[in-house]
């Protein structure tokens, strides 16, 4: 098993390895010709010597490590010599020479996102076809959110205010478990359009990890605190966001991700005509505002803001910035 930030990463070493292949090659890089899987390693065509194009795989990545479960993820080609954690090959691939900071980011964005759950009671009988109303998920209990009712300061980090929190009933976990390891959570539920919690997002405290329960079909976040006479909403990526939005004095809802065709059907019901765009400025981000467009253009009045600092999110900035960002028809 592979650990990033001494975090399980939730895909068997092959996973990474084929998915990073699948990303160097949509941005026009061919690496990785060829694996070959053995008992406690992956041989690869090396992504270091004659420019990334060997034949026969002589690269190879430690996959297990019984003596030391936290020490795979190493790196060595018999050919060229090279040596170095799994991260700091990906840095590389991607053209960077940061002691894998960036293959950390991209081990964290691809595999720690969406990850098991492990409360078996959470999540019964997906098997209802998406678009059709609330599955049947058993609702998550008073009992159970009043556990997480604790204000942590992290809330006030990502600038919540008490108001905010109380309206979202944003809560703390220090005890959530994912694989073993003990991570100290923000919760915030996730409510249908009834007010019942349908499941938990969770935002690591110390780590740049959000937690959805695996396979939940998710809803728009905020529909049930939305006033009723909202005429304009903002349309936001992440919870966060969203929450952001509100803090500065707009309405706003998350698609807890880039969207989904159960999302604009909710959308689409809802009584509202204008709907403001603030994706993150990435291309997951452009990409999810044209599907939106495409989805919504011919019901609604759709709008866009766009940061144009591109490492910067909604939550990143302050008031002014805020409400002086350009919006786009
Ligand atoms: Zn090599």
């Given at each position: 098993m592979l650990f990033v930030n001494n975090l399980p990463?939730?895909?068997t070493p092959f996973e990474v390895l084929q998915e990073l292949k699948a990303q160097l090659h949509a941005n026009g890089i061919e690496r990785f010709a060829e694996f070959k899987i053995g008992v406690n390693n992956i041989q690869f065509s090396c992504p270091i010597h004659k420019d990334g194009q060997?034949?026969?795989?002589s690269c190879g990545l430690l996959?297990?490590?019984?003596?030391?479960?936290?020490?795979?993820?190493l790196v060595h080609c018999f050919t060229c010599g090279y040596s170095a954690t799994i991260e700091e090959m990906i840095s590389h691939c991607f053209g960077y020479d940061d002691i894998g900071n960036y293959g950390r980011e991209w081990l964290v964005k691809n595999f720690l996102t969406i990850s098991v759950e492990y409360r078996k009671d959470l999540a019964l009988n997906f098997a209802r076809k998406l678009g059709q109303e609330a599955c049947a998920y058993e609702y998550i209990s008073e009992y159970e959110l009043n556990r997480y009712r604790y204000i942590h300061s992290y809330m006030y980090k990502r600038k919540l205010t008490d108001e905010i929190i109380e309206k979202f009933d944003v809560g703390y976990d220090k005890d959530f478990m994912l694989k073993d390891v003990r991570i100290p959570c923000i919760t915030f539920p996730v409510r249908d359009e009834q007010g019942r919690t349908l499941f938990f997002v969770r935002r690591a405290i110390h780590q740049k990890l959000f937690h959805y329960p695996e396979g939940v079909n998710k809803p728009v976040y905020g529909l049930y605190e939305?006033?009723?006479?909202?005429?304009e909403v903002y349309i936001c990526e992440s919870v966060i966001n969203a929450l952001t939005c509100y803090v500065y004095g707009k309405c706003a809802v998350a698609l807890l991700g880039t969207g989904t065709d159960f999302q604009y059907e909710q959308l689409k019901r809802l009584p509202v005509r204008n709907y403001i765009l603030a994706f993150d400025p990435d291309s997951a981000g452009r990409k999810a505002s044209e599907r939106f467009k495409k989805a919504l253009g011919k019901y609604k009045i759709i709008t866009e803001v766009v940061?144009?600092?591109?490492?910067?999110?909604i939550n990143d900035l302050s008031y002014e910035e805020f409400i002086n960002l350009k919006k786009y028809f």
């Open positions: 990463v939730l895909a060997e034949r026969r795989p996959t297990e490590n019984p003596k030391d479960p936290h020490n795979t993820g939305l006033p009723k006479d909202a005429k940061i144009e600092d591109k490492g910067k999110d």
